[in-house]
């Protein structure tokens, strides 16, 4: 009886002792936890910059909703979210050189954020019959060809400028998304007076003057791609 009266004693004593190093394990993990420094990539993405530019990114399901039947407000309101993510799209770049907060983790996301919410407008417009799908996928297949160029371009040294074509096509682009996004006729006024205006029409008429901008820049960065390959220190223009 005695006997195993101490062998419940030691069995409890030796439970104890394991609970109490497991306690202690568990404190030692949290405190390391505490003091651990965020990894250098966490601490470059909580900036103003980067939450607008990943801002961009989640309304995205937002726009795609608004345009997905074509109402005419909702177009309206879609139009809007659009314009806002090419606000903030200048917005974000202006602080982030303002305030000297270029990261590695804006470089990624400022340009994949601007793609993607063009691609999905692009999309929604074909889906639509606001845009013919051959005219997307040239516009779509300029942006990868680019991309690619501007990636090897990098590999070899090579430094890449935008050019004036590209802000071109930039700048028609985006405003012809918009006007896209409106679709119906609405009135507007100029200087003189109220005027009906078809936003589908204008919008076409930009979209498809980017698209000839697109195709100009992309033949010329191609070009001097090709020709400065053997000159690194040479700038190329997008």
Known sequence: MEQETRRQEARRLKKEARARRQQERAERRKLKRQNRKPSVLLEQFWNLPNMLTVGRILIIPLFVWFTYDGDPLYSVWAAAIFTLAAVTDVVDGFLARRWNMITVVGKLLDPLADKLIVAAAMVMMVRLGRL????????????FIVTGLRQVAASEGLVIAAGQEGKWKTALQLTGVVALCVHYTHPVFFLVGWYDVNFHTVGQVLVFASTAFSVWSAGTYFQAFLARLAKPQAPLAE
């Open 132 to 143: 013919p799908a051959w005219l997307v996928i040239t516009l779509l297949s300029r942006e």
